[in-house]
């Protein structure tokens, strides 16, 4: 028995269409660490690892802080890069810009 789907999104899980979109988009600058590996907080891709030192987390916003840096890097970011972002992370990022504009 054959599924039918409709339009570009049909039968494509959330997961899936977060993939497609850092395929055609480029990963965002937020990201998420631990033990130094750097993950994309859209699709979950490993990015980089900072324990060699091959990835610089400068410009980047980071999930789970809410430095000064993070609030200034959240206050960069674009329209492509707020797409589709699981629902913790986009609050988390709208937390951040409503602090920086404080």
């Known amino acids: ?53 091959s990835y610089d987390v400068s410009a980047d916003v980071i999930v789970g802080h809410d430095c000064a840096a993070c609030q200034q890097n959240a206050a960069k970011l674009t329209r492509r890069e707020l797409t589709l972002l699981p629902p913790d992370v986009r609050d988390e990022v709208k937390a951040l810009l409503a602090m920086g504009a404080k």
């Open 1 to 53: 028995m054959k599924i039918k789907t409709s339009g570009r999104r049909g039968g494509k899980t959330e997961e899936q269409r977060r993939q497609i979109a850092c395929v055609l988009n480029g990963h965002p600058r937020i990201v998420r660490m631990c033990f130094g590996y750097v993950t994309c907080a859209r699709c979950g891709h490993q990015v980089g690892d900072t324990l060699a030192g």
